[in-house]
Nanobody, 115 residues
Framework: QVQLVESGGGLVQPGGSLSLSCAAS????????AAWYRQAPGQQHELVAV???????DYADSMKGRFTIARDSAANTVSLQMNSLKPEDTAVYYC?????????WGQGTQVTVSS
C-alpha cells in the first residue's frame, strides 16, 4: 500500500507563486510516473503535469511556462512549483501515481488564487 501526502496549498494573490509537495510512503518515484491533477468545484479532475520514471516532465497546455514539476528521489517527493497564478488555477490539487495497475491518490491540497 502506497500513501501520498500533499502539502503546500493555500491562498495566494493573482500573479503569485506557490510550491506544492507530494511525499510518498515508499520509494516509488524512480520507477513509476507521478502526476499532479486538480479539481475545481463542479468540474472533473484535470491533468496538470506528469513526470516519468526517467525524469521527463510534461504539462497541460495552460500550465506550460508557469508550472514546473520535479522529483527528489532520495526524499521520495514530487513537487509542483506554480508561478504567475491565475484565479482559474483555484482548485484542489492531487498527487497521483499508478503502480502495477493500481492507482493511488493523495488527499489533496487546496489552492485558492484570489485578491
Amino acid at each position: 500500500q502506497v500513501q501520498l501526502v500533499e502539502s503546500g496549498g493555500g491562498l495566494v494573490q493573482p500573479g503569485g507563486s506557490l510550491s506544492l509537495s507530494c511525499a510518498a510512503s515508499t520509494s516509488i518515484f524512480n520507477d513509476h510516473t507521478a502526476a499532479w491533477y486538480r479539481q475545481a468545484p463542479g468540474q472533473q479532475h484535470e491533468l496538470v503535469a506528469v513526470i516519468t520514471s526517467s525524469g521527463f516532465p510534461d504539462y497541460a497546455d495552460s500550465m506550460k511556462g508557469r508550472f514546473t514539476i520535479a522529483r527528489d528521489s532520495a526524499a521520495n517527493t514530487v513537487s509542483l512549483q506554480m508561478n504567475s497564478l491565475k484565479p482559474e488555477d483555484t482548485a484542489v490539487y492531487y498527487c497521483q501515481t499508478t503502480i502495477w495497475g493500481t492507482t493511488y491518490w493523495g488527499q489533496g491540497t487546496q489552492v485558492t488564487v484570489s485578491s
